[in-house]
């Protein structure tokens, strides 16, 4: 079992006049301290159905999951986010890791802290996925018994095909980043030091993110400037692209056998295909497959009308599941 950090790294509950109530948490990841954030409803007592959300490639949780997390706490669940192992203000090295196996592991230990809890009732908790994290989510719900729901927003679906399409605007192609990555990891083994690239550019495809409108969402959180609400960071290790892109979340979708929600924009990663090709794949029967016309990916990060809508979804689809 994942420990969860004695109670004086834990900050006193934040009331909001916002419906919810916000209290830090920190917990071990391997060995690592992580920070995470857990979300209630305000003015609620007793045991909550949680859940554990991942957001994106190289996100923290000041980013899009606090977004859903503050919702979906006005609408009665214990939410708990958190900075990944070497991302925003968790320990970890080297720093700005990605990669699904310790994603999964970091999603476990979260499962771990929110399972401790007491206002958590163990026997109800659910996973969430945006981009990334969806696909990121996929395998740790294909792995543990625990989470007994999973909803994907907007996922950023990891396989082949799409990772090619993905990468087919210019710049590095998809075996080329794997290349890339691993070639990294070789001279790191061999004692050099870990080397990074820039997850976004406007101009540079060779970046991890190599698209106009994914830098234009990212550069307002890079750097630690003026009004900075976060410790994003505009890096990835290098290696990373030999851990990220090389899997295929088809495989932990035909595992999933619990209730499963998929909500795509017509004009999120992947397009259609992606979210039909994992809806597909999933071993579960009792799935559903929301697509919303004319939404693009990041909309679905902050965009208030397109993130509502999302929870009142994932709501709707809770209800009588978790």
């Excluded at 495989?251 to 990663?269: F, N, R, W, Y």
Aim: aromatic share 8%.
């Amino acid at each position: 079992m994942t420990a969860v950090i004695p109670s004086s790294s834990i900050a006193a509950t934040v009331p909001t006049k916002g419906g919810w109530v916000r209290r830090n948490l920190a917990f071990e990841s391997n060995g690592v301290e992580l920070q995470g954030a857990l979300f209630r409803p305000s003015g609620v007592d007793g045991k909550l159905p949680g859940l554990v959300i991942s957001g994106p490639f190289g996100s923290v949780k000041e980013q899009s999951p606090v977004q859903y997390a503050t919702r979906l706490a006005k609408a009665g669940y214990a939410c708990l986010i958190f900075d990944p192992t070497g991302s925003g203000a968790s320990g970890g090295a080297p720093r700005r890791t990605e990669g699904p196996s310790q994603r999964q592991r970091d999603i476990r230990a979260a499962t771990d802290a929110l399972a401790a809890d007491p206002g958590t009732d163990t026997n109800r908790i659910g996973g969430l996925g945006i981009c990334q994290g969806a696909s990121y989510m996929m395998f740790a719900v294909a792995e543990d018994p625990r989470l007994k729901v999973l909803a994907c927003i907007s996922g950023q679906y990891l396989y082949k095909e799409n990772l090619e399409g993905f990468f087919s605007g210019g710049g590095p192609t998809l075996d080329e980043r794997i290349a890339r990555g691993n070639q990294a990891k070789a001279r790191e083994a061999a004692g050099g030091p870990v080397e990074y690239i820039p997850v976004i550019s406007p101009t540079d495809k060779s970046v991890a993110l190599p698209w106009r409108e994914i830098n234009d969402w990212y550069a307002r959180w890079d750097g630690l400037g003026w009004g900075s609400r976060t410790t994003w960071e505009n890096r990835v290790t290098a290696s990373s692209d030999a851990d990220v892109w090389t899997v295929d979340v088809r495989k932990p979708a035909g595992k999933i056998d619990v209730p499963t929600l998929i909500l795509h924009g017509e004009k999120s990663d992947g397009f259609l295909v992606a979210a039909r090709t994992v809806y597909d794949s999933l071993r579960v029967n009792d799935r559903k497959l929301i697509i919303e016309p004319g939404v693009f990916h990041t909309r679905f990060y902050d965009d208030p009308e397109v993130v509502d809508n999302a929870v009142s979804e994932v709501v709707t689809w809770l209800a009588g599941r978790l």
